[in-house]
């Protein structure tokens, strides 16, 4: 039976289409058979960070029935299968998401990670109802926290397991603690990603960071929550030496 985690924010700019791309890759690695899928279908990004520039059939197409399912989807090299959506703006404007859940679960894949589209308006509501899971990231600054708990209430009014709270962006200047965000949210903090240029390296050069520096301390967080995401007990991943005199310079 096909799992489905949706990912969500209620802010955009917290780094939701980075992680899918990136969990995407680590599921597969785990010889899992993964689709990632953008469900942003008026601010489509997630093929751009595969590399995937221009394509000749997306969700667009497949939510007209002008295509099947199949034919809007893209191998990468590290074994996920990619759906992205379009990015001409006269698809985005034509389009009503609709009936999609029933021709993902006819591709009978493991596991589907859904990038939702940022607030609450329709595309979001409709990718939190087609999903078993999901995902909350956010900032931890009080502006995008408070629409994170937003999006929290609707979830549970949609009556979605809610794993946890990934927190992304984060810097040491952050005043606002992993434990008392947990407490804040009543929701577990599964990661907590700092900030780092590696991750606009990787996605300017079209690969999710964890293939691009795979011994990055953000790779072994985000495997941390990948981990988390299989029901298994996360393994403590370690820096090498050389990773940790790079990070310190910044190199």
Same mark, same amino acid.
Not at 148 to 164: H, Q
Not at 170 to 196: C, H, M, Q, W, Y
């Given at each position: 039976?096909?799992?489905?985690?949706?990912?969500?924010?209620?802010?955009?700019?917290?780094?939701?289409?980075?992680?899918?791309?990136?969990?995407?890759?680590?599921?597969?690695?785990?010889?899992? +058979?993964?689709?990632?899928?953008?469900?942003?279908?008026?601010?489509?990004?997630?093929?751009?960070? /595969?590399?995937?520039?221009?394509?000749?059939?997306?969700?667009? +197409?497949?939510?007209?029935?002008?295509?099947?399912?199949?034919?809007?989807?893209?191998?990468?090299?590290?074994?996920?299968?990619?759906?992205?959506?379009?990015?001409? /703006? !006269?698809?985005?404007?034509?389009?009503?998401?609709?009936?999609?859940?029933?021709?993902? !679960?006819?591709?009978?894949?493991?596991?589907?990670?859904?990038?939702?589209?940022?607030?609450?308006?329709? !595309?979001?509501?409709?990718?939190?109802?087609?999903? +078993?899971?999901?995902?909350?990231?956010?900032? @931890?600054?009080?502006?995008?926290?408070?629409?994170?708990?937003?999006?929290?209430?609707?979830?549970?009014?949609?009556?979605?397991?809610?794993?946890?709270?990934?927190?992304?962006?984060?810097?040491?200047? +952050?005043?606002?603690?992993?434990?008392?965000?947990?407490? /804040?949210?009543?929701? @577990?903090?599964?990661?907590?990603?700092?900030?780092?240029?590696?991750?606009?390296?990787?996605?300017?050069?079209?690969?999710?960071?964890?293939?691009?520096?795979?011994?990055?301390?953000?790779?072994?967080?985000?495997?941390?929550?990948?981990?988390?995401?299989?029901?298994?007990?996360?393994?403590?991943?370690?820096?090498?030496?050389?990773?940790?005199?790079?990070?310190? /310079?910044?190199?």
């Amino acid at each position: 039976m096909t799992r489905i985690v949706g990912v969500v924010s209620g802010k955009g700019g917290v780094g939701k289409t980075t992680l899918v791309s990136n969990l995407g890759v680590l599921l597969a690695q785990e010889g899992l +058979d993964v689709a990632v899928v953008d469900a942003n279908l008026t601010g489509a990004n997630l093929g751009l960070h /595969f590399g995937l520039i221009s394509y000749p059939t997306s969700l667009h +197409d497949v939510i007209k029935e002008k295509a099947s399912i199949n034919e809007a989807i893209y191998k990468h090299k590290s074994g996920v299968d990619i759906i992205p959506a379009s990015l001409s /703006f !006269e698809e985005v404007l034509e389009t009503e998401p609709k009936n999609l859940r029933e021709r993902l !679960e006819g591709l009978g894949k493991d596991i589907i990670l859904i990038d939702a589209a940022t607030g609450l308006d329709r !595309e979001t509501l409709k990718a939190i109802e087609m999903c +078993d899971d999901l995902l909350i990231v956010t900032h @931890p600054e009080l502006p995008t926290i408070s629409d994170s708990l937003r999006t929290k209430s609707v979830a549970k009014r949609y009556e979605k397991n809610i794993l946890g709270v990934v927190l992304n962006r984060v810097t040491r200047g +952050d005043e606002l603690k992993k434990e008392n965000l947990s407490a /804040f949210f009543d929701l @577990p903090i599964i990661g907590v990603i700092p900030e780092d240029h590696k991750v606009r390296k990787s996605i300017e050069k079209k690969n999710p960071i964890v293939l691009e520096y795979p011994n990055h301390k953000i790779s072994h967080e985000l495997r941390k929550i990948k981990d988390y995401i299989l029901g298994r007990e996360p393994l403590h991943y370690k820096e090498s030496l050389i990773d940790k005199i790079k990070a310190f /310079f910044r190199l």
